[in-house]
């Protein structure tokens, strides 16, 4: 079958490096894809928002593509999903309705409490006054404000006190944030371990992948401003075997309902931003698509066809298909970045890489997310995260001494990188 992922990032190399590993894919596209992708698949110069939405349902269809794999929120929140499947092409990727979980936060929320999924305590404004009023009324202690839409990551503020969560409340609906600002949350703060646990959804089952966790502010020992995500590991053991059936039981089994209940047909990845507080697991976020970098460490240790299971996903067949199989091995992915991401940073910088040992060629990768060539066709930074360097390992200290090795050989001017991912588990350990 012919093949075709929407995006251009890391999580959409690590998708098409697993993807042309199956037999079953016969040629492998990718709109527009980033010159990493080169060597696994055939590039297509279509944007993925405006009207490179409509030509890549033409492409689809012109060049017989049976599945689509949606990799970023953009497309599938304008409706790519919809309409492919109005031509009778298979989406890996929920349609507009679906996509909602994502591109609505105060949508999500009435989702979860429609459906007694645990989430933190919330109240939605769409007036700034009357966000000031009741944030005056709380208690002076942390809360969370959100734009209700999708804000590049960017619309989150945790605030540390009532000060701060009002002049949150003033930035995210002074305009900036456009129609994403109109409509704040405010939220009750939570404290524990994040995890990203991803799943696999067809429409009417639902089932998870490995726990990852994301270090998602761009300094070490998690600090400073957030970032789409510096690096990830998995598994993760805070993510405990009681942990996991406490998320079956009280997240997973109530999402399931949910999503036989008919208000959209999901099929694609759903992804469950938990935190795992002292009361229990809570759903802070839904991401309706893979997350990136949690992607970059995922595919290296899923032992399955990926297409099968996307294809099974699409085809609402997810039960008859032969369940997801991991690896017991560890990997770490590290975003190398442009020095100021996430404000401002320069492009343009040559990127080189010395030859590594053929061992440590077989276990690790480098993805690529920011990158694109110059007229020699050498390589240049072109993005606030360049690199999704990634390895693999029997324990996660095999793995991260992979990774960085590998690290070690890329070489670009400005730089910059956490030493420390992981550091949670390794603390955890000893
Ligand atoms: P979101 O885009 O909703 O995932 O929020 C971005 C980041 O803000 C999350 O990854 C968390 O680190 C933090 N965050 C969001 N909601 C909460 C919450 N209710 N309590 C504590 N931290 C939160
Ligand atoms: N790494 C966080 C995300 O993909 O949203």
Redesign the pocket.
């Known amino acids: 079958m012919n093949v075709l992922i929407v995006g251009g990032g890391g999580r959409e190399h690590a998708l098409a490096w697993k993807l042309s590993q199956s037999r079953k894919v016969t040629a492998l596209y990718a709109a527009p894809g980033n010159p990493g992708m080169e060597d696994v698949a055939c590039r297509v110069p279509l944007q993925t928002s405006g009207e490179g939405i409509d030509k890549i349902v033409e492409f689809a269809v012109k060049e017989s593509v049976g599945l689509v794999v949606v990799g970023p929120e953009g497309p599938l929140a304008l409706g790519l999903a919809d309409r492919l499947a109005g031509r009778g092409i298979l989406c890996f990727g929920p349609g507009a309705k679906g996509a909602r979980l994502e591109s609505s936060?105060i949508y999500a929320k009435e989702f979860m409490d429609r459906h007694h999924i645990p989430t933190?305590a919330w109240r939605s404004f769409s007036a700034l006054d009357e966000a000031k009023r009741c944030l005056s009324d709380l208690p002076d202690a942390?809360v969370?404000v959100?734009a209700d839409g999708l804000a590049q990551?960017k619309?989150?503020i945790?605030a540390k006190n009532r000060a701060e969560a009002l002049s949150a409340a003033e930035k995210i609906m002074d305009g900036r944030f456009g129609e994403a600002g109109r409509k704040i949350l405010v939220?009750?703060?939570?404290?524990g371990e994040?995890i990203s646990l991803l799943s696999f959804a067809d429409g009417k089952t639902l089932i998870p992948m490995l726990p990852v966790q994301?270090h998602?502010q761009i300094g070490e020992g998690d600090t400073g401003p957030?970032t789409g995500g510096m690096g990830t590991y998995a598994p993760v053991s805070a993510f405990s075997a009681e942990t996991a059936r406490t998320v079956e039981e009280t997240i997973l089994r109530p999402l399931r309902t949910a999503l036989r209940s008919g208000e959209f047909d999901y099929r694609g990845c759903l992804y469950i931003?938990l935190?795992l507080t002292s009361e229990g697991p809570?759903v802070?976020?839904f991401n309706v698509r893979f997350g990136d970098p949690e992607t970059q460490a995922l595919m290296p240790l899923l032992d399955s066809d990926l297409f099968e299971i996307m294809h099974a996903c699409a085809a609402g067949r997810l039960e008859e298909a032969r369940p997801p199989e991991w690896r017991d091995e560890s990997a770490v992915c590290v975003v190398m970045a442009s020095q100021g991401y996430p404000g401002e940073y320069s492009v343009g910088r040559v990127i080189t890489e010395r030859p590594v040992a053929e061992e440590l060629a077989r276990d690790s990768w480098v993805f690529h997310a920011g990158t694109s060539r110059d007229a020699r066709g050498g390589l240049t930074t072109a993005g606030g995260r360049v690199l999704g360097v990634t390895a693999r390992g029997k324990t996660l200290e095999t793995a991260l001494k992979r990774v960085y090795a590998r690290v070690d050989s890329i070489d670009f001017r400005e730089k910059t990188y956490r030493r420390d991912i992981a550091y949670r588990e390794l603390t955890r350990r000893s």
């Open positions: 936060k933190p942390p969370v959100k990551g619309g989150v945790v939220e009750e703060c939570l404290v994040e994301d998602k957030n931003g935190m809570r802070i976020e």
